[in-house]
């Protein structure tokens, strides 16, 4: 099919915007606004549920406007599986240690998944059928991510108090404060940097788009999360070794072997300070917890666990040699004691089929993509990660699945192509 956008473009414009305001506030829900609880719950799940139903809604114009759903499934391994783990998680509230926590976490991953499915779906039918349009899911997140970046940043310094987190005794102030975890906010500052690197190679003007990339990066240092700084090296370095232009290499290279020793030194080895790095060694007391639940939590329900994001009978679990946690930060070890031995390899093999897919897609799609999964797979390690409680790395997450899960099945019905051509006699069909 072959179409002109020009006299698309006033809705081409709009529809870019629609998308991008349901972005970012589908993304800025998973943020504690208010300390009042029936406040933050409302935006949590009322307010998600808003931005659900106006995804659908923009969806549906694109349609009405001058297209079909013409999309075909492939990959179908990845979004299968994630919806079996979905569906072992419904499930698993019968035998949940507290089924009403169970099913407001499902349910706000559910969420998240049916939005992330139209959202996707939106700019996969813009792709057949406006051809040429600049709307791109780099950029609509990446600029999403750089409007709440800074957010952080003005308030930091307007009021300090409500934007940082004091951490080891009130020794550190970390950036994020009670509304977001620290880490969790630098893996969206690293989610944020890799989308908006495309915008380097897409634009001829990158002063704004390096400002942009400074001002996340600024934000990323102040949170002080090491993981997510390794995230974003990885991602700088991976995208230097894509790129065919030697000076931006080198450009590159020179800038971040600038910065890269002085924010080791201050954010992973903690200033040098000997008591702090004993800290780090253990992963902040991460290790000898894990070891308690695997060797203590674990064998009391090995094969289905304690329910969906459960992992204990009580609250908490506590080992007589670690502190009392509600979650693993591990996301991978989070689905083994929530759903047992079944979900855990029920989620690694969707990992794998969704990775190896990510691997098979067009340049573009793909460097995207494993630029979004680099600090969303790191911060899965270490904090609540793609199959932890509810936060938008999980929805992260869920747009990958569904950006390799689509493909245009050329084979129109005779009804379809009736359709198409009394909303679009512009097309060549």
């Known amino acids: 099919m072959e179409t002109l956008t020009i006299s698309h473009q006033k809705f081409l414009k709009t529809i870019n915007n629609q998308l991008f305001i349901v972005l970012l506030l589908m993304v800025a829900c998973f943020f504690t ?4 609880v029936a406040i933050t719950r409302a935006i949590k799940v009322v307010g998600r549920m808003g931005v659900m139903f106006s995804s659908i809604l923009i969806y549906q114009k694109i349609i009405r406007y001058g297209s079909i759903n013409s999309l075909a499934y492939k990959n179908i391994f990845s979004p299968i599986l994630y919806m079996t783990y979905l569906t072992l998680g419904f499930i698993s509230f019968s035998w949940s240690t507290n089924p009403g926590f169970s099913a407001l976490q499902w349910f706000m991953t559910f969420q998240s998944f049916v939005f992330a499915y139209f959202f996707v779906k939106s700019l996969k039918i813009l792709d057949i059928y406006f051809e040429g349009h600049n709307i791109r899911l780099y950029h609509l997140l990446g600029n999403s991510v750089f409007i709440l970046q800074l957010i952080f940043v003005i308030g930091m310094w307007v009021s300090p108090d409500v934007f940082f987190r004091l951490t080891d005794g009130g020794e550190e102030a970390r950036l994020g404060g009670t509304l977001m975890n620290p880490n969790e906010l630098g893996m969206l500052a690293g ?60 450009g590159i290279i020179a800038v971040v072997a600038a910065v890269a020793p002085f924010a080791v030194y201050s954010i992973i080895l903690k200033g040098g300070d000997q008591s702090r790095l004993e800290e780090v060694m253990s992963l902040t007391g991460r290790l000898p917890f894990w070891k308690a639940l695997i060797t203590e939590g674990l064998p009391r329900e090995p094969l289905l666990g ?7 009978y009580k609250e908490f679990f506590q080992s007589a040699h670690t502190y009392p946690g509600k979650m693993t930060h591990n996301t991978f070890m989070q689905v083994l004691m929530n759903l047992g031995f079944i979900g855990f390899t029920i989620v690694l093999f969707q990992v794998f089929f969704t990775v190896k897919s990510v691997l098979s897609e067009q340049k573009e799609i793909k460097l995207m993509l494993i630029g979004i999964l680099i600090p969303v797979v790191i911060n899965s390690f270490t904090e609540f990660g793609i199959f932890g409680e509810s936060n938008y790395g999980i929805m992260f997450y869920q747009i990958i699945i569904f950006s390799i899960a689509f493909r245009n099945n050329n084979h129109l019905t005779r009804p379809q192509k009736i359709i198409l051509r009394k909303k679009r006699p512009d097309l060549t069909i």
């Open 191 to 250: 989610v944020g940097c890799a989308c908006l690197i495309f915008d380097l190679y897409r634009f001829k003007n990158k002063i704004w788009t390096i400002i942009k990339i400074l001002i996340i990066m600024y934000a990323l240092y102040m949170t002080g999360s090491r993981s997510s700084l390794i995230g974003v090296l990885l991602i700088i370095f991976f995208h230097v070794n894509q790129t065919k232009k030697k000076t931006l290499k080198f």
């Open 306 to 312: 304690f329910g969906f994001m459960r992992i204990d």
């Open 33 to 36: 606004w208010s300390e009042n």
